[in-house]
């Protein structure tokens, strides 16, 4: 059988333009690709990029308040959100631009619809146009989670804060993951005053519970006000804003409120169920180590399979695909030991097991050490950070690493190498340290401050 297409990809975001750019540049594959909304996906047009852009515009109060306890004459100044906004989104333009390039140089046939699946080798397009394809390739990636509660539509998510019209003046933040507390911060930088509800006992559930600790004391320090235990009943307009009611009885009026409650796989209406396409329980698809689906001829991607939902590991199992189906070399995105960094203010960087994971599997050693840096120590700040190292008794290898620092996702990128590479305590004891840093702790750190 003849096919229009060796390969459909559906999904213009970080795993779907990685799978077909390699299998149509690289390998020759005959590659269509349909995307509904902006080429680039969440992480270009609506997620990782706008928000780090966002997170730089936000330390500069931080700086210029450091500036003036080095010497220098300068003003806060007021930050100007529509002159940010009106170069942000030329920047998300010019992104969008170089993705569609990329794709056309690479020879791939890209569609600006929306496509659903017919059958198990055929899709249609939202114009009614259908093509058969020898494989399809599912990488629609996810989109925020709000609970049904009153109100609800009154909040914003992630979504909508790149393209605000005005910056609040009071806000709420509702979630206690990577995207409340980055946007948390985000907007204290910008001089907004936040509050942050969170439902569990302390925010960043799943990392290490002392480097949570660490961060959650340096955001209120930093003046936001988070409310642990704490969850949103019901939203209500008010003349002047959005009243939230509150679990712990509270009752308080904010001009904006954004809900990070999580994300769920975009699965809905794709065709999936009828071809017997498998999902789980917040409607992932499930794939194994090779990205395919139960149906053979169709595979997915990135945070629509719900294994872990970041940019780097939707382009390196949209990389691994193409290899296998079209490069003859069958490879499987190994999924441990990924670093992660969450941009609050300071920074996490994590990679490995938490202290708390690390003792459920056998004797650790844990290296910790908390400390005000050189340069925020001379302005006087008391901003510390933090350096822990998590080691195997039985093995010496370290286990885990985390850091809560400003840059940590810099320094924890390269601790990864040597934590993939299997390093031992040893192998960080004799690398010599880089005088002045705040990463040379992690080579100096020489007793446990506890073992388990
Ligand atoms: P997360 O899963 O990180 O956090 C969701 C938060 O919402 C948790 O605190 C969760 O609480 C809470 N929550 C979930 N459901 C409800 C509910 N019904 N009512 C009240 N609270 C609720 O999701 P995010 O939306 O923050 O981010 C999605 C994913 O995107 C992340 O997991 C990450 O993989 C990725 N991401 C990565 C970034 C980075 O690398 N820097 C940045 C942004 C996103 P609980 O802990 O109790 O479950």
Same mark, same amino acid.
């Given at each position: ?17 990685r ?8 390998? %020759? ?10 080429m680039?996906?969440t992480?270009?047009?609506?997620g ?11 330390g ?20 100007d959100?529509?002159?940010f906004?009106? #170069? ?16 056309k140089n ?7 619809e929306r ?12 114009s ?9 390739l ?8 709000v ?27 509702v ?7 980055e ?8 001089g ?12 960043? #559930?799943?990392f ?13 320090a ?15 307009k008010?003349?002047?804003?959005? #009243? ?16 990070a ?7 809905? %209406?794709?065709?999936?169920?009828a071809? %017997?396409?498998g ?20 595979f997915?991607v990135?945070?629509v ?11 390196r ?10 490069g ?13 960094a969450?941009f609050?203010?300071?920074e ?30 001379f ?5 510390r ?6 080691v ?24 990864a ?12 004891? #004799? ?22």
């Open positions: 059988m003849t096919f229009d297409y060796d390969l459909f990809v559906i999904g213009g975001g970080s795993g779907g333009v799978a077909a750019r390699v299998a149509s540049g690289e390998y %020759g594959a005959k590659v269509g690709l349909a995307e509904e909304s902006r680039g996906g992480c270009v047009i609506r990782c990029v706008p928000k780090k852009l966002m997170v730089y515009a936000s500069f109060a931080g700086i210029f308040e450091e500036a003036r306890a080095y010497g220098w004459q300068v003003d806060g100044g007021a930050f959100w529509q002159a906004r009106t #170069r942000l989104e030329a920047e998300l333009d010019r992104l969008e631009g170089a993705y569609r390039n990329t794709l690479a020879g791939v046939i890209v569609h600006d496509a659903t699946l017919v059958d198990a080798h055929r899709v249609r397009l939202a009614g146009q259908e093509f058969t394809a020898k494989h399809i599912i990488a629609t990636g996810g989109r925020p989670f609970p049904e509660i009153p109100g609800a539509e009154l909040a914003v998510t992630s979504n909508e804060m790149f393209h605000l019209d005005q910056l609040p003046r009071r806000a709420l933040v979630g206690g993951g990577y995207i409340a507390s946007f948390a911060c985000i907007l204290k930088g910008l907004v005053e936040v509050s942050q509800y969170y439902r569990g006992a302390q925010i960043l #559930r799943g290490d519970d002392e480097a949570r600790g660490h961060v959650s004391n340096a955001m209120r930093g003046g936001i006000d988070i409310h642990c235990g704490t969850d949103v009943m019901r939203l209500e008010t003349a002047a804003g959005i #009243r939230a009611v509150a679990t712990d009885g509270t009752d308080r009026e904010f001009d904006l409120v954004m809900y409650t999580g994300r769920r796989p975009n699965t809905e %209406g794709l065709g999936l169920e071809l %017997g396409v999902l789980g329980r917040e409607g992932q698809i499930l794939v194994d180590r090779y990205s395919q689906t139960g149906v053979p001829s169709i997915a990135g945070d399979t719900g294994r872990i939902n970041l940019t780097p590991v939707a382009i199992e949209g990389h691994a695909f193409a290899d296998t189906i079209f003859a070399k069958p490879t499987a995105f190994d999924h441990e030991l990924v670093a992660s969450v609050t203010q300071p996490l960087g994590s990679v490995g097991l938490s202290e708390e994971a690390a003792r459920a599997e056998g004797p650790i050693e844990v290296y910790s050490t908390a400390f005000r840096p050189m340069r925020s120590a302005a006087g700040q008391q901003d950070v933090l350096m822990k190292l998590i195997s008794k039985a093995t010496r290898r370290v286990l885990g690493c985390h850091i809560v620092a400003p840059e940590a996702g810099e320094m924890i990128q390269l601790a190498i040597a934590i993939r590479m299997g390093a031992t305590k040893e192998d960080f004891d #004799r690398t010599c340290a880089v005088h002045p840093t705040m990463a040379e702790e992690l080579v100096t750190m020489r007793k446990p401050v506890r073992t388990a």
